[in-house]
């Protein structure tokens, strides 16, 4: 391992506001392309994906950058963009730290690798399928003291897998039958997105479309899954559609507790969408008006978040680029602003935002 003391610039005046920081990112890292938080950590301690594929754990709050494991995700440079959505590497962080995985956004392909081998310990392939449409599906969690990763695996599955092993844990096959022409049971019409698992983390919402297209997030019980019935995440009896909107998906979504999630987004269709943000109360279902569904129960609608959704458990913070913006999700009220500072994560054990900026990282904490 290497590890260098970081300069500090010093406090960076955004949009008028000296809580926001400039520091320079990691020296020897090389262009960064990604953080992800240690969210476990009370200090700020992030991982940082350079575009070499290096990981390297940055503690910010002592000036220490050393370098943990390096990648090799193959690249997918002749995709054609889909609605403005770009091929992109993405770090994520198990709460620990003890595992990283580098995926590519809008592609296929990743990887996960145990930081304290530097190993790769699950090669990851979605196997396509309008994959061009949303970011890859992963996120960590823990299960009986271990930590598991959550994964697509085909466009209609996700699967889970011990980090440490790569053994799958959610082993799982359609009967064969002699009708080819009949859908089998457990079959799921649904391409999986992006990733949440809940604060308590016992529970994943879902990002994911069905054909027409329609945006539809899902929740389920992430222990029911791994422990008990296989088929959870596509049709067991604890897996709850949130709402429906058309040709409406892969923007801001966050957990504000372990009940409660806000959708960016006011409106059943992108033509009439509306900037705002949609409160449900995911342990309860009503009968929905449109799609003629149970969803959710919606318990609040209020005007103005917009872009990416991010919570302390308390509030919801809305960044967009002109800013980040605080909100009571319980009234609606909007409770302040900080211009120009436009952060793509969040780290909730030091309530820190973060924002790369060409060679330097904003930090704002609140």
Known sequence: MVSVRLR?????MVGGSDAVRGIPVPPGSGPVVDLAPLRDQRRAV???LSADGTIGRWDVD?????IVATTTVAAEPDREPWNGRHVRRHLHASHDGGFAAVVNDYGRFGQVVDLRTGEVTLTLDNQGGHEETVSFSLDFARSRGR???VHRTAWNRLDVSDAQTGVLLTDRSFPAGTNTDAVPEHHLDYFHGSLYVSPDGRRILDDGWVWHPVGIPAVWDLDQWIEGNVWESEDGPSRIDVCGREYYWDHGMTWI???LIAVEGIGDDDEVMRPGARIFDTTRTEQGEMWRMPTA???LSFEGPTGLFFSDGTHLFSCDGAGLSTWDPAEGKLLGTV???????YHPGARQFAQLADEMVLLWAR
């Open 297 to 299: 129960a919606e318990v």
């Open 8 to 12: 500090e610039l010093g406090a960076a």
């Open 62 to 66: 002592a000036d220490v950058h050393e």
């Open 46 to 48: 992030w991982l940082v």
């Open 339 to 345: 211009t120009g500072f436009s952060p793509t994560h």
């Open 147 to 149: 930590c598991v990763v």
């Open 257 to 259: 507790d372990s009940t």
